[in-house]
């Protein structure tokens, strides 16, 4: 560590003379003792505070001191100093200066006897290193002080200007300001999955005594592992995101669920950080020391570390980080389509994952065709790896391509809803023989609020010019249904998954001129001031069945 003597002893003896000055009453002149007192208040900036946590902010390259000595009247006793950088590698160093009897007496006389005091601070037994450290982890020195002694900390950052944080205490009775870790402070790793890992730590004995005001938090980044929580808040500082000013962490106040995420300020709750180097997680768990992290992506290294956090104090202690890689991603499953073969495909919207249909062409055209069941869904069709086709589909979707024979088709579906959607799919060469039948040119149902009466409610919907097959299906339903009935209504599904008293009539009709290719219906025997919900099936040569929009109709109270 680099050290100038000049600058040691020069406010070495200034402020030992002030504190003697300070703490021993002598006969003095009023001016003697206003300079002493403001000798004393100079250098009082200097001093550590005991019990109390100091901030020191360092300028790269310019060492900056601090000195400490013990209260009026003590004799012996132990302190303890820590310092946790909050940032990058520091170098620190204790030095004590241990005065003489004969100096302590001359002084405590008045007696300033120059060459004395000069000999005094040539002397090199009085001053020693008892302690020096480089590096960015968490260090505690204990030691034995009396009340002849001075010390003083230097501190040198000599990559970049940075933060500590120095904690001095005299007090080994009444318990430390940071929860005590346990004589194994290492994080195991007992599980492995695609997207989760789960992790397990040893009790901190701070849990079992104040387990009030005492919980775990974990910390999980892509990056590497941090020694303290003050060097992680100034790592996702650093990366770009946007903090509040404060450096603290306030937690008590805010976290109200077993689970929730770390604050990063007293003002801003923050789930997932997400930084140029990755997200970041934050996440208090309470008194728990098993825990799965999830939602994590497959493949990856992920770095964990885990604070035992006092929220009375929010001084905190850190275990020893540990990492693990995410399994591998298993290849998407892909199914193979048939010629003219019909499948339904559920998709899970929270995982928001593909599902894979291939296809290999025996002719050089051939037709896809969807049927939206429920949902919303996204159909992505490749050819020998290039795109032919990418969009949202509703309702029924034809896709006419044509290529080569034994081209590779690839099918992949996603919902875009976090709820589950799905979707008929088939693929055909026969395109001039549809599997659904020609629809008309809405699926909208229309009802004639002139035409209700208390019983009866007359609904009107579009055909088309070739002759076919129309259900209509009644079901009387609550006010507080009709959101759910309308959302999760299948539209693949056909009337054999309705009960047979909804069943109203079955009809055909068609109209060579499409402007007049609308049939009405009236249904009676209904309930006075209810709500109904109206489905029409179109059927064609196929069998298959295509439901019209459903509609839902209030019969009035009073007639």
Known sequence: LKMSWFWFYLPLHLLMAACLCHSIKAPTTSSQQSFKTDLFNFYHSLMLADGKETTVHLLKDIPKRYYFVLEEGRALAPFTITVTPCDVPIEWSILVHKASASFLGKAARGDHDTEEVSKSQKAPSMVSTIFNYKGNSVETYMGMSSHSALYMLEFLSTERDTHITVYLTTDTTSGQLYPELPVDPRIDVIGIGHTTVTLTWKHSPSVLQHRENIQYCLLVNEKHNYKSLCAAETAIRSSGMKLPPTLAL?????????????????????????????????????????????????????????????????????????????????????????????????????????????????????????????????????????????????????????????????????????????????????????????????????????????????????????????????????????????????????????????????????????????????????????????????????GIPVRYHSKVVKTRKKC
């Open 250 to 542: 306030s937690l008590s106040p805010y976290l109200f669920e077993p689970q929730q995420v770390m604050i990063l300020s007293n003002s801003e709750l923050s789930i997932i950080n997400k930084a140029s180097s990755g997200e970041v997680r934050q996440i208090c768990m309470g008194t728990k020391n098993t825990y799965t992290v999830l939602n994590l992506s497959p493949s990856t290294q992920y770095y964990f570390d885990v604070f035992i956090v006092n929220l009375l104090t929010n001084a905190s202690a850190a275990y020893t980080g540990t990492f693990a890689r995410t399994l591998e991603e298993p290849e998407p499953k892909v199914t193979e389509l048939k010629d003219g073969k019909v499948i339904q495909v559920v998709l899970d919207g929270k995982k928001q994952k593909f599902y894979s249909l291939q296809y290999q062409a025996r002719h050089k055209k051939i037709q896809f065709t969807f049927q939206l069941c429920r949902g919303q869904v996204r159909v992505h069709i490749t050819k020998n790896g290039k795109t032919v086709a990418l969009e949202n589909i509703s309702g029924l979707r034809y896709f006419l391509l044509k290529g080569k024979l034994l081209d590779t088709y690839l099918v992949q579906l996603r919902s875009t809803e976090e709820s589950n959607s799905s979707v008929k799919v088939q693929v055909s060469p026969h395109f001039h023989k549809p599997l659904f039948p020609l629809l008309p040119e809405s699926l909208k149902i229309k009802s004639f609020s002139k035409l209700r009466t208390c019983n009866s409610v007359t609904i009107a919907w579009l055909g088309t010019q070739e002759e076919s097959k129309y259900c209509v299906y009644k079901k009387r339903i609550e006010e507080d249904q009709v959101w759910m009935e309308l959302r999760s209504a299948d539209r693949c599904s056909g009337p054999e998954s309705r009960h047979k008293s909804e069943k109203v009539l079955c009809k055909y009709f068609y109209d060579i001129n499409l402007q007049r290719a609308v049939t009405t219906e009236t249904i009676k025997g209904l309930d006075a001031g209810t709500l109904y919900l109206f489905d029409v099936y179109l059927f064609g040569p196929s």
